[in-house]
């Protein structure tokens, strides 16, 4: 009688082919996420300087984690929180370091890049310095469903807070950026929440 | 009226509210303006958000980050391809000792057929020191693996056990094998390689594994037999005309 490959023996290779695959896929896919990642760590950081070496950070720590990935959930939320968790790491460490942030460093966004001319530039322009000037928790919630397409619960992992936390600082994000930038002005209940 | 809270506003309006709660929202927007000003503050500062952040995904990524980011990723690559054998599986690899068990470690060997000493020999019987496949008719495969061409599906006499040769081929020492598979009655895939060895037919090699290809043991099985075949230095597969040649040569040789 063929005697069968013992369970252990099985998963194990099982395991080892799994990885195979979801690292060469994960390589890929973190290269091609790099744009994103990048988007994402700036708005965090504030410094593209800063924002690129987390950037590197997180792209090592992904690959070095590639099994944590369970395939047929989204790469990018979890990328986003591999990065996120490093930028939360380095901000303790900073906090116990004494500041070292300066804080008039700061800017907006898009950047200094002098690209915005015409009048429509200058509204979205707006956009991105009140999203600038959003609390941190408010932004990241907003970066991760507004402009990365994230769903509630899928940010809330992201983040570790409940989701009933996640959609409240959304909708105070929200607001606070269409006050700041006169969107819906006619509504004067705005305030009310 | 119904009051809706800017939660239950906003889940809407991305897409995240339950169906009831959706319908009345939209059954409300129809006559309630200042339901509608509030879906559209979030609407609207959705797409401004999307829309000012847009640009930075154009925004060149810089080039030592990415170099150092594909030079990650290759190295990554190259660590998972050579794996460390696993030595657990090493044990499970039960041919005659040669070489090439080592290069198979890594391959999980589903168990080999009671694989016991003793050659095919010319006329069928079974010599007590090489190697048998203990499930199959040591003469009907024996008579299958001297005329058989390549590529042909046959059952073996007296069983139901399915019989093909994939290929023939020398070894580096010009030895003429043959890798052949069997079905088995168990639904179980052999797979094996029978070298000619001074006019008997030696099974050099011989896995066994769930026919399901879905699972991942016929693959490993393949790791196997490939790390055999490299281990031989397998000659490419002979062609039909060659393959004939040296089966008939065989075949004189012995009579």
């Given at each position: ?5 013992p ?7 099982a395991?080892?082919?799994?990885m ?5 896929d994960?390589?890929e ?13 700036i708005s965090?950081?504030?410094?593209r300087?800063v ?8 792209c090592?720590r992904?690959?070095?984690h590639?099994?944590?990935?369970i395939?047929?959930t989204?790469f990018d ?7 996120r968790?490093?930028?939360i790491?380095q901000?303790?460490?900073q906090?116990?370091a004494g ?5 008039s ?9 002098g ?7 200058l509204?979205?322009g ?8 959003l609390?941190?928790?408010?932004r ?5 469903v507004?402009v990365?397409?994230l769903s509630?619960?899928?940010?809330a992992d992201?983040?570790g807070?409940p989701?009933g936390t ?7 994000a ?8 006169g969107i819906?002005?006619n ?6 929440s | 009226?119904?009051?809706?809270s ?6 809407y ?10 319908g ?5 927007l129809?006559?309630d303006a ?8 979030f609407?609207?500062t ?5 829309e000012?952040?847009?640009?930075m995904?154009?925004?060149?990524v810089p080039q ?6 594909e030079a ?10 050579d794996?460390?054998?696993h030595s ?5 690899v ?10 198979a ?9 009671g ?12 010599e007590p ?13 024996f008579a299958a693996l001297r005329?058989?061409?390549s590529?042909e ?5 007296g069983?139901?056990e ?20 069997l079905?088995?009655?168990?639904k179980?895939k ?5 070298c000619?060895d001074?006019?008997?037919?030696r ?5 066994n ?11 490993s ?6 790390a055999y075949?490299?281990a ?5 597969p ?9 089966l008939?040569k065989l ?5």
């Amino acid at each position: 009688m063929p005697r069968s490959c013992p369970a252990c023996v099985k998963n194990n290779i099982a395991c080892r082919e799994l990885m195979v695959d979801s690292r060469a896929d994960i390589g890929e896919q973190i290269i091609a996420f790099l744009p994103n990642m990048r988007r994402f760590a700036i708005s965090l950081c504030r410094s593209r300087d800063v924002a690129d070496d987390l950037v590197q950070a997180a792209c090592e720590r992904a690959l070095q984690h590639a099994e944590s990935f369970i395939p047929g959930t989204r790469f990018d939320a979890w990328m986003l929180r591999i990065l996120r968790n490093l930028w939360i790491d380095q901000l303790r460490r900073q906090k116990t370091a004494g500041p070292q942030e300066d804080v008039s460093q700061r800017f907006d966004l898009v950047g200094a890049s002098g690209e915005r001319e015409t009048e429509a530039r200058l509204t979205l322009g707006s956009v991105s310095q009140a999203i600038s000037a959003l609390a941190d928790e408010q932004r990241e919630v907003l970066l991760l469903v507004c402009v990365e397409g994230l769903s509630y619960r899928e940010t809330a992992d992201v983040i570790g807070v409940p989701i009933g936390t996640v959609m409240s600082r959304l909708a105070r994000a929200r607001k606070n950026i269409a006050a700041a930038t006169g969107i819906n002005p006619n509504d004067g209940r705005l305030g009310q929440s | 009226m119904a009051i809706f809270s800017d939660e239950t506003i906003m889940s809407y309006v991305d897409g995240e509210l339950d169906e009831a709660t959706s319908g009345e929202i939209e059954t409300a927007l129809a006559s309630d303006a200042e339901l509608r000003a509030r879906v559209d503050l979030f609407a609207q500062t959705r797409l401004a958000a999307r829309e000012a952040l847009e640009p930075m995904l154009d925004e060149p990524v810089p080039q030592n980050l990415k170099a150092l980011v594909e030079a990650m990723v290759a190295r990554s690559r190259q660590s998972v391809a050579d794996p460390v054998p696993h030595s657990a599986t090493a044990k499970r690899v039960l041919v005659p000792a040669n070489d090439w068990q080592r290069l198979a470690a890594a391959a999980c060997i589903a168990g080999l057929l009671g694989v016991t000493a003793g050659y095919y020999m010319a006329d069928g019987s079974m010599e007590p020191s090489g190697l048998q496949i203990a499930a199959a008719d040591p003469q009907a495969l024996f008579a299958a693996l001297r005329t058989a061409p390549s590529g042909e599906e046959l059952t073996l006499p007296g069983s139901a056990e399915r019989f093909r040769v994939i290929a023939s081929f020398h070894d580096h020492q010009q030895a003429l094998c043959r890798e052949f598979e069997l079905d088995m009655a168990d639904k179980t895939k052999l797979t094996s390689v029978a070298c000619d060895d001074n006019g008997q037919w030696r099974v050099r090699f011989a896995v066994n594994a769930p026919e399901d290809t879905a699972s991942y043991a016929p693959a490993s099985s393949g790791e196997a037999l490939d790390a055999y075949l490299t281990a031989i230095q397998a000659g490419d597969p002979l062609s039909a005309d060659a393959e004939r040649q040296a089966l008939e040569k065989l075949e004189q040789r012995g009579e």
